[in-house]
């Protein structure tokens, strides 16, 4: 199994915008699914990618710092995946992901997820291009995760509680994460997930493929609006 791998990137200030102009042009959402080392993400991709097949092509940009492993997990699931190398970095770069987008098969997707490396510190403060974002945080890691690392959970969609099983097992304390997450990010959605007996998947795949669906919708809107008035018709 041969896995593109993308180890740097020039330095582009404007590579997160023109990783969106790439995206819109090919109309392919694209999601940056961040969280914190072993929060869970791949084990997510795993549940979540065979679930999404026959609605939503997808293909997957993998960040981490050294190796392959979680790209091959993915692999071997018949999706496109490209592994990006962070070689010294803690979080990925737009331009490295505009490298990685140029290795994907775009016109035959519909959705990119990057992986982001599991650094909290930084990851957060970085556009790639995204359409959108999910943080994933696991229980047994504490809920004052999101008090430490905020940027974490700035402008994210989505928070992924993950490892749910493992709530009896934590003093995660629930409302004290809902009253810190509201603080930063008052709009996030929240689905606890459990990969282990799939817990939350399908409701995670329903959430994705909502994004997918409507800006699907706004394509085709954009589309009419630009078409002569005897075509709309
Ligand atoms: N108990 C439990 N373990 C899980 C669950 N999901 C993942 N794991 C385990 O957690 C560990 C880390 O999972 P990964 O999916 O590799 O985590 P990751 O966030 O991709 O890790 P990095 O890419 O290294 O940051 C693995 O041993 C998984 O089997 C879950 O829902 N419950
Ligand atoms: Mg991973």
Request: charged share 20%; aromatic share 4%; net charge positive.
């Amino acid at each position: 199994m041969t896995i593109p791998v993308v180890r740097q990137a020039p330095c582009n200030p404007r590579a997160a915008s023109e990783n969106r102009r790439i995206l819109d042009t090919a109309g392919v959402m694209c999601l940056n699914l961040l969280g914190t080392t072993g929060s869970g993400k791949t084990a997510l991709l795993e549940a979540i990618l065979p679930r999404l097949r026959g609605a939503v092509n997808t293909g997957v940009i993998m960040g981490d710092l050294v190796g392959t492993c979680d790209a091959k997990r993915v692999a071997v699931l018949g999706v496109p995946v490209v592994q990006l190398v962070a070689d010294g970095s803690c979080h990925l770069q737009a331009d490295q992901v505009q490298q990685a987008l140029h290795e994907l098969p775009l016109n035959r997707l519909q959705l990119v997820v990057v992986e982001n490396v599991g650094c909290p510190v930084c990851q957060g403060a970085a556009d790639l291009g995204e359409h959108l974002r999910a943080t994933a945080l696991c229980c047994a890691t504490g809920h004052a995760v999101a008090h430490k690392y905020p940027q974490l959970f700035r402008d994210t969609a989505l928070v992924l509680l993950t490892k749910h099983d493992l709530l009896p097992y934590s003093d995660f304390d629930v409302n004290a994460f809902l009253r810190t997450l509201a603080s930063i990010s008052p709009a996030a959605e929240i689905i606890c997930t459990d990969t282990r007996k799939r817990v939350g998947i399908d409701r995670l795949a329903g959430w994705i493929l909502g994004y997918v669906r409507a800006q699907r919708l706004r394509r085709v809107r954009r589309a009419s609006a630009a078409a002569p008035a005897w075509l709309a018709t």
